[in-house]
Each structure stands twice: as structure tokens, then as C-alpha cells.
């Protein structure tokens, strides 16, 4: 069976459908550089306000079968271009992610780019790999989610990689 993905401009009604994926406490461990306090609605609103306001960044709403299946976003961290996403988990393990960066790229044809991922996000990392992305450095840092410094690898996308590994 064959299912349909596809991104579209965040609207306000995919803000709470967004905020309760992001309350479940398994995928803010794997996230790990999450919110201080996932549970905290009004921090969530003022960071998804100052996201969507910022011209310089990409947000896209990922749709599964026409159901809001998550977010991907493309934005500037540590003065680099960087993307990042962010899946339910009730979605999980279904080629969303992969499908969804794929589409993001088509989009940001800017290289390179970069994307973060804590190393023991093994599925996270496949779909990096998966769309051309190779592991350039490592760093570590707090992670509220885990609350311990949290090792994660850096990955970055060349105008010679893009989407080279996904069909």
C-alpha cells in the first residue's frame, strides 16, 4: 500500500497536534535537545511564534494520508544552515521522516546543510544517511530531555549528495 506524503505551510490548528506529539516522553529522549519543560504550553507557543515570524526559516507541516504526521524545519543554528524534524510516534517507523526531508530537500537547495543527531538515534541517522547526509564531527551538550551531557553526531549535506540514496 502506498501512502501519501506531503508537506504545506504550518497553519495554527497543526500547533496542538505538534505540541501533544511532542509531550511523549520516549520521543523526547530521542530527541534529547528538546523543550525544558515539553509540558510548558505557553513556552511552546512563544517558541513556535518566534519560529514562524522568522523569514529565515523553513516549517513545514508533514502529512500522512492528509493526517498531521509531524514537522521539518530548515533554520539557522551555530550560523549554519541546519534541518531538523520531528515525527509522532504513532508514526514512527513508516518512511515518513526519510520521505519528508526527501521533499524538504527539493525545497532548500541550499548546500551545504547541516542536521544534528544525538548518537544513539540510530533510526534518525539512517534517515539522514538515507538522504545523503554523511557524519563530518561530533559534539556534546545538555540535554534537557536526558538531563545529562549527550553525545550526537553532525552531518552535512553537499550539493553533490543531495538525496542521493532515496527513491
Known amino acids: 500500500m502506498t501512502h501519501d506524503i506531503r508537506l504545506r505551510e504550518v497553519r495554527e490548528s497543526d500547533l496542538p497536534i505538534f505540541f501533544e506529539q511532542q509531550l511523549d516522553e520516549e520521543a523526547n529522549y530521542m530527541a534529547a535537545y528538546g523543550a525544558d519543560d515539553p509540558t510548558d504550553r505557553a513556552a511552546f507557543d512563544a517558541h513556535w511564534k518566534k519560529v514562524l515570524s522568522d523569514n529565515s526559516n523553513i516549517n513545514r507541516t508533514i502529512l500522512f494520508d492528509g493526517q498531521v504526521a509531524g514537522n521539518i524545519a530548515k533554520f539557522i543554528q551555530f550560523d549554519e544552515p ?63 530531555a536526558r538531563v545529562k551531557e549527550t553525545e550526537e553526531y553532525i552531518l552535512r549535506l553537499d550539493a553533490d549528495r543531495a538525496g542521493s540514496q532515496v527513491q
Open 82 to 144: 541546519e534541518v531538523s524534524y520531528w515525527i509522532g510516534k504513532e508514526y514512527w517507523g513508516k518512511g515518513i521522516a526519510t520521505r519528508a526531508l526527501a521533499l524538504l530537500l527539493e525545497q532548500v537547495t541550499e548546500r551545504p546543510l547541516f542536521a544534528r543527531v544525538v548518537k544513539d538515534n540510530i533510526a534518525s541517522l539512517r534517515v539522514l544517511e538515507k538522504c545523503g547526509f554523511t557524519i563530518v564531527g561530533e559534539d556534546s551538550g545538555f540535554a534537557n
